[in-house]
C-alpha cells in the first residue's frame, strides 16, 4: 500500500503530516516502535508513556522529546498530547483499556501482540475500532521474517499447491519472561507461552495458508517447570521469591493445539517458555498438494533456513530460496502507517488478530475442559 499525500494532508484530508505518535510502554517492545517512529520523516514521535522514572527521562533525551512529551500514565498521554497515532506495549491486560481510551479519542491505534488478555476484549477492541472508524493493528513483527516472506511468495504463487496440514511452533529450552513478573500472571498476562509466542506461530500459519477459517481447536496445557521455579529466562531474571519461597506462576509453560481450519485443512501448533529439548527451536512446515516447506531456526532470527521439496521435471528436488533481509517491528508499523494514510479505513479494525485470540482463547477453554472446542 502507498500513502497518497499531498501538500501535507492524506488523500481526503484525514490525516496530518506530519503524523503526532506517542508509545506507551517503555520495555523492549515499546522501544521497537519508539525507533521505528523516528525513522520514519513523516511521522512524528512527540510522547512517550510508562512508570519507570529512569527509563523516561533516558527515552526522552534520546528520541529529543520535551519534558512535556514525557507521561508516567497512558491516559495523561492521550488526553494531553494532541495524538493521531498510537502504539500500545504494555502488559497485555493493559492493551484493551489504552486501545479504547485512544480510540475514543479519535487516535488510530498499534497494539502490541497478543490483541488483549482474552477474545472477549479483544471483540471490544475491534468493535470500538470499527464505530470510531479508526484503524486498529496489532504489531506481528514475526510475519515480516525473510523467510516468511519468501515462504508467502511461493505459496501465493501456488508453487506448493493446496495447503492440507501445517505445524507451527516456537520452543524454548529455559526462557519463561521474568518469572513472577505480569508475564506469568494470568489477571495481567492472559495465559502463558501460547498467548505469549504461540500467537505469533499462530499468525504465521494463518498468514502463510491464506486465512482459512478455525473451526475447532483441541488443546492441552501443562505447567512443569514454572511452578517449581525452574525454566527462568537470562534476558528477564525470575523475581526474588515472597515469604512462602515461592514467585507466582499461574499460567501454563508448554502448549500444544490441534486446529481444524475450513477447507479441511489441520494446523498442529506448539508453544513452550520451558522443556527438556537439545535447544531453542521455532519452525513452520507445510505440507502441500504440489509441494512442501521446512522454515526452520534454531535460535530466533538470523539463522534462518527454508527448504522447500518439490518435483522438477518428474524429479523429487529440494530447493533453497535466497532469504531477503528481516522487516521485524519497523516494517510492522509502516504496515499499520500504510493503512492510517488509506483512503478507506474499513477492514483495517484489527479483524485479523481477533481470529487469533479466538484461537487462543478456545485452546484454553479446550485444555481445561479436555474436549474439543468448535469456533463455527
Ligand atoms: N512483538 C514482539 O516481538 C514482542 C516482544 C516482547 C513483548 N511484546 C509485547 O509487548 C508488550 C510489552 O512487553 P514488554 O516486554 O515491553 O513489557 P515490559 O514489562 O518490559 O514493559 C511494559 C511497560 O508498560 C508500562 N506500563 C504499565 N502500566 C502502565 C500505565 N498504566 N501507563 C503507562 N505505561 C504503563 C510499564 O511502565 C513498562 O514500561 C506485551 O504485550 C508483550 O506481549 C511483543
Known amino acids: 500500500m502507498s500513502a497518497d499525500v ?22 523492549w517492545a515499546g522501544q521497537q516502535h519508539m525507533d521505528a517512529y523516528a525513522l520514519r520523516p513523516d511521522v512524528e514521535l512527540v510522547a512517550i508513556a510508562g512508570l519507570e522514572d529512569e527509563p523516561r527521562v533516558r527515552l ?16 495523561e498521554m492521550i488526553a494531553q498530547a494532541d495524538l493521531d497515532v498510537i502504539s500500545v506495549a504494555t502488559p497485555t491486560a493493559l492493551h484493551a483499556p489504552v486501545a479504547l481510551a485512544a480510540l ?29 472508524d479508526r484503524v486498529l493493528d496489532v504489531s506481528f513483527n514475526h510475519r515480516r521474517r525473510g523467510d516468511v516472506k519468501a515462504l508467502k511468495k511461493l505459496v501465493d504463487d501456488g508453487a506448493l499447491g493446496e495447503i492440507y496440514y501445517a505445524k507451527a511452533g516456537w520452543l524454548r529450552r529455559s526462557g519463561i519472561p521474568g518469572l513472577g513478573t505480569w508475564f506469568t500472571r494470568k489477571a495481567l498476562a492472559g495465559g502463558g507461552p501460547l498467548m505469549d509466542i504461540g500467537v505469533h506461530m499462530l499468525d ?13 481447536v483441541s488443546a492441552s496445557t501443562y505447567a ?31 502448549s ?14 506448539e508453544a513452550s517458555w520451558a522443556s527438556y529439548i537439545k535447544a531453542d527451536e521455532l519452525y513452520v512446515v507445510l ?32 530447493l533453497f530460496p535466497v532469504l531477503g533481509p528481516d522487516g521485524r517491528h519497523g516494517e510492522a508499523v509502516d504496515d499499520f502507517l500504510a493503512k492510517v494514510l488509506a483512503p478507506d479505513w474499513s477492514g483495517f479494525h484489527g ?26
Open 6 to 27: 499531498t501538500g501535507g494532508v492524506a488523500a481526503g484530508g484525514r490525516t496530518r503530516s506530519p503524523l503526532r505518535a506517542g508509545v506507551v510502554g517503555l520495555g
Open 60 to 75: 526522552g533525551e534520546l528520541y529529543g522529546l520535551p519534558g512535556s512529551g514525557l507521561f508516567r500514565g497512558y491516559d
Open 104 to 132: 475514543a479519542a479519535g487516535v488510530h491505534v498499534l497494539s502490541e501482540k497478543p490483541l488483549a488478555e482474552d477474545a472477549e476484549r479483544g471483540a471490544a477492541m475491534v468493535e470500538a475500532a470499527r464505530s470510531a
Open 204 to 216: 504465521m500459519a494463518l498468514h502463510l495458508m491464506g486465512e482459512p477459517a478455525a473451526q475447532a
Open 224 to 254: 512443569k517447570f514454572g511452578p517449581r521455579g525452574r525454566g527462568g529466562s537470562v534476558d528477564r531474571p525470575t523475581v526474588a521469591p515472597g515469604a512462602d519461597g515461592t514467585v507466582p506462576f499461574e499460567v501454563e509453560d508448554l
Open 256 to 269: 500444544t493445539a490441534f486446529v481444524r481450519l475450513s477447507g479441511g485443512a489441520t494446523l498442529l501448533l
Open 287 to 318: 505440507y502441500g498438494s504440489e509441494g512442501g516447506a521446512v522454515l526452520g531456526t534454531p535460535g530466533v532470527w538470523n539463522q534462518s533456513r527454508l527448504d522447500v521439496l518439490t518435483e522438477m521435471h518428474g524429479v523429487p528436488a529440494e
Open 351 to 376: 479483524e485479523d488478530a481477533l481470529t487469533r485470540a479466538l484461537v487462543v482463547d478456545a485452546a484454553y477453554r479446550s485444555a481445561e475442559e479436555q474436549r474439543e472446542i468448535r469456533l463455527d
